[in-house]
Structures are given as structure tokens and as C-alpha cells.
């Protein structure tokens, strides 16, 4: 970490801090912190959810009493902190330099360059003539772009940014919910949309801040048969459009991916990983220790430590912003099956209550939190995707062709089994060999997936746009 030092460039006083690829600012009042909000929000630098100004914490910004060693009342005050990446600290500084010019002032006065020399000369034109005779040849990008280069295109096209935003914020989705097509359509039209983030939810329900080739990394939405054409996913199709639309563009994928698996994050990873797994033990040993009475009824001990576990998932997968590392541990679903049937013959047999409870609400709400391209894995058939060598069909439908992956009743009242395809399974399909198939073909498919991620976890320098 660098040593603290006042910020030069902001117009309110600020200590900074360099850190991994991050910038601190401490401010030392509530008017500063405001005033520090207000910009970063106006010029979309990060977005409103990111935004909590006082005692509470937030993953980007945190306010923090503080009282000095005479602990006297007199001297307490409030220090508000902000975490930016690198990137969103340079657009800062060159915002904070763009609001100090005068109006022929370029973005950066010191230097005499052929673009700012342009930009001012744009900037000056008549505010109308940007809007709509200029502006009607501009993309919705294009316009944000220019908006966060120069203060006065920022004032004339400070309406087009939400657009703009939403856009992106579109695009990042349709990559979240595994839509290929789509997002390749969306590329077609406009590359630079790699080059931004944005905080989305997932089907599963977890939100997400990061670029479409982040979020596709973070979801192992990635080939099994690398440097096979017709098996591209997503991962492969958004570095194709790097490497072939973007200047630079191999360069700034791997300043994505270093930024998307930070040093350190193996051990984040391995820690998720233990607990997981503690809680899975923990459930699999409440349903075993169960007891069943003559009806066939289980007590409730073993309902309740399913309740906890799937509490336990949700907590785990949602109470936080995922901006780095994967969005699953896809070993969670391989120890649950691993269990079912190492329990199948103390647990009762075929369609026991017991082996009821642990196929549907516990693998099942293990795979209620699968990410969107291994649900269309699933409904495919894991075994056919590893067979075949064809990319994965970007369907959510089972077999039954009128029900969803991510049905309300999954983990509820079914669980999904996949070999050849994908289909809804309740009570009757609670057997030890079905479930032992459904764990083989998912291994064979996470090795494969798993083994080609290894070329993409090695952390570099990290600095991108950001929205």
C-alpha cells in the first residue's frame, strides 16, 4: 500500500490511498463526502447502489467515527471512505479537471494534443447543433463516451447517460442469464459495450458488478472443448470480439481477468468451499439422525435443518455484491450427490422420505443456484455436452417443454436430472443409481470446464472503464 497523501486534483480535501489496483479517498466531513457523492453519481462513474453516506457500511463506501486518543467528546468526527478502482479515479480526476477549466480549456490543459484540441472545438459549438444535428450520427455510446471527455459535452449530453447506461446495464444481463444470441447481436452493433461494467441479477437471484467477460468468467460460462469452432461459448465469443473489434483488445481482456481474479482469491475460493461444505455435512447428518414414525412421517428436526441449509445458501449467494471470483462452487453440487448416495441405504432405500428430502430440497437447492449456462447444460443433458461436440443449447426448457429450470418448485417439490436431457424429478425418481448418473455426467462436465478456466485465473494489472 502506498502511503497516504492529499488528493491534488479534487476540489474538496481529500487523504489517498493506492492499494491492488484501488484508490482510497478519506474524507473528513459529511459536506465533502455529499459533494464527493454527487459527482461520482452525476457522471456515472459508479451507480447509486454503491452509495451509503454514514455510519453504515457499504462494499464501495464507508463512514467511520473516529475519536482521538483523549477520547474527549469534543473530538470526535465522522470519516468517510471511498473505494474506487484505478480507472474510476482517473475519470474523477479528469472530471474534477474539466469542471476547474475555463470553457476552452482542454481536458487535460498541460498537454497539446490533437484530440482535446477537437474536443474543445466540439464542445464549443452550439448546444442544439450537438443534440441533433451532430447528435442524431452518434451511437447512445458514442455519446457517453463524449459526455465523461469534456465538461461542456458532459452538460449538453448529461441526458443521454442514462440511456446509455441502461443499455449497458442490458447487455450485462443478457450475459448473466446465459443469452448468447443476443449478446452477440448486441456486439455486432456496438463492441465498446465489453469495455463497461454494470450490477445486474442473475436467475438465481445473486447480483453481480463487473464487465460481460467478467460475468461470463465468474459464471465458467466457457468452453469444454477448447479450440473446437462449434463448441464457443460465451467466454470465447467475447474474447473473438476483443481480439477482433477492440484496439488493444487482447490487452484489455487481460486486465479484465486480472481484475476479476485478484491475488488472493484462490483463498477466498477454498474458505467459500470448507464452509459450504461444513453446512452440507451438517444437514445430511440432521436428516440421518431423523427419526420416522409409523406413518412414514419425519419429525421435524430434519425439515428444520433443511430450512437452515437453504437459508443458509441464500445468505451465502445474495447478502453481497459478487464482483470477483466465481458466482458458484459447482463442488457443493458433486459433495451433495456424493452423500445421497453414500446415506441412500441408511437413509431407507427407494423413495424413502428421507432420500426424498435429500434429492429434492437439498440437491434440488443446491441446483436452484446454478448459474444460467450450467441450468442450460442441464436441460440439454450434461452427458450429451460432454459427448458431443457442439455447443451447449441456450434453453432453459426440461423435456417437458412447458417447464423452466429455475421453477419457483425447484428444491421445493422436484430436482432436475440430466444425462441425455433435462427433466423435472419428484418422488418417484428418488433412486441412488439415477442421482450417481446425474453426479458422474456433471463431473465429466466440470473437469472439462474447470480444466480450461486454468488459462484464464492468472492475475495481472487490472484497469478498464467502468460504468
Same mark, same amino acid.
Given at each position: 500500500?502506498? *502511503? ?10 481529500? %487523504? ?11 474524507? *473528513? @466531513? ?15 462513474? #459508479? ?37 474506487? $478502482? ?7 480526476? &479528469?472530471? &474534477? ?8 480549456? $482542454? ?13 474543445? /472545438? ?5 448546444? %442544439? ?33 442514462? *440511456? ?38 442473475? %436467475?438465481?437471484?445473486? $447480483? ?17 472443448? *477448447?479450440?473446437?469452432?462449434? $463448441?464457443?461459448? !460465451?467466454? &470465447?465469443? #467475447? ?13 484489455? !481482456? ?34 440421518? +439422525?431423523?427419526?420416522? @414414525? ?20 441464500? %445468505? ?12 458458484? +462452487? ?12 453414500? +446415506?441412500?441405504?441408511? /437413509? ?11 434429492? #429434492? ?25 460432454? @459427448? ?11 423435456? @417437458? ?44 462436465? !466440470? ?5 480450461? !478456466? ?14
Amino acid at each position: 500500500m502506498m *502511503p497516504s497523501e492529499k488528493s491534488a486534483i479534487l476540489a474538496f480535501p481529500a %487523504e489517498r490511498q493506492e492499494t491492488n489496483n484501488k484508490v482510497i479517498l478519506t474524507l *473528513p @466531513d459529511l459536506t465533502a463526502a455529499q459533494q464527493l457523492k454527487k459527482t461520482l453519481l452525476e457522471n456515472s462513474i #459508479i451507480t447509486d447502489s454503491h452509495i451509503i453516506i454514514g455510519q453504515e457500511s457499504s462494499p464501495r463506501i464507508k463512514g467511520k467515527l473516529s475519536e482521538d486518543d483523549n477520547n474527549t467528546s469534543e473530538k470526535i468526527s465522522y470519516h468517510y471512505t471511498f473505494e474506487l $478502482t484505478s480507472t474510476e479515479y482517473q475519470t474523477l480526476q &479528469e472530471i &474534477e479537471t474539466n469542471v476547474n477549466a475555463t470553457p476552452h480549456e $482542454t481536458t487535460k490543459p498541460k498537454q497539446d494534443t490533437s484530440t482535446n484540441k477537437q474536443l474543445s /472545438f466540439f464542445a464549443g459549438l452550439p448546444r %442544439e447543433v450537438i443534440k441533433t444535428e451532430i447528435g442524431q450520427y452518434l451511437s447512445t455510446i458514442d455519446k457517453k463516451s463524449l459526455a465523461h471527455k469534456n465538461r461542456h459535452l458532459s452538460l449538453w449530453l448529461k441526458d443521454e447517460i442514462k *440511456p446509455a447506461n441502461d443499455l449497458i446495464r442490458q447487455f450485462v444481463t443478457l450475459v448473466a442469464h446465459g443469452k448468447k444470441d443476443e449478446v452477440e447481436a448486441m456486439l455486432k452493433d456496438d463492441p465498446r459495450l465489453l469495455l463497461y461494467k454494470a450490477e445486474v441479477v442473475d %436467475e438465481a437471484g445473486r $447480483t453481480l458488478y463487473g464487465t460481460a467477460y467478467q460475468i461470463a468468467l465468474g459464471a465458467k460460462d466457457i468452453s469444454i472443448h *477448447p479450440g473446437v469452432k462449434e $463448441t464457443e461459448e !460465451m467466454a &470465447e465469443m #467475447i474474447e473473438r470480439y476483443f481480439k477482433e473489434k477492440i484496439p488493444d483488445g487482447e490487452k484489455m !481482456m487481460a486486465e479484465q481477468k486480472a481484475e476479476q481474479f485478484p491475488k488472493g482469491w484462490e483463498d477466498e475460493e477454498k474458505i467459500r468451499k470448507q464452509n459450504d461444505s461444513v453446512a452440507l455435512k451438517k444437514v445430511f447428518e440432521a436428516i440421518k +439422525n431423523a427419526k420416522v @414414525d409409523q406413518n412414514g412421517q419425519l419429525d421435524k428436526s430434519a425439515e428444520e435443518a433443511v430450512k437452515t441449509f437453504q437459508s443458509y445458501l441464500k %445468505e451465502t449467494q445474495t447478502r453481497h455484491i459478487i464482483k470477483t471470483g466465481y458466482h458458484f +462452487n459447482d463442488a457443493l453440487f458433486e459433495e451433495a450427490c456424493q452423500l445421497y448416495e453414500d +446415506n441412500y441405504s441408511d /437413509f431407507g432405500g427407494f423413495n424413502s422420505p428421507k432420500n426424498r428430502l435429500a434429492a #429434492i430440497n437439498v440437491i434440488g437447492g443446491i441446483q436452484a443456484y446454478f448459474t444460467a449456462n450450467l441450468a442450460q447444460a442441464a436441460c440439454t443433458g450434461f452427458k450429451r455436452c460432454v @459427448d458431443e461436440k457442439k455447443a451447449i443449447v441456450r434453453s432453459k426448457l426440461l423435456d @417437458d417443454k412447458r417447464t423452466l429450470f429455475f421453477d419457483s418448485k425447484l428444491g421445493v417439490g422436484h430436482f432436475v436430472y440430466s444425462y441425455f436431457s433435462g427433466r423435472v424429478c419428484m418422488s418417484a425418481y428418488c433412486h441412488t443409481a439415477l442421482v450417481r448418473r446425474l453426479a458422474w455426467s456433471f463431473s465429466q462436465l !466440470m473437469s472439462s470446464k474447470n480444466e480450461n !478456466m486454468d488459462r484464464v485465473t492468472q492475475p495481472k494489472a487490472a484497469s478498464f472503464l467502468n460504468y
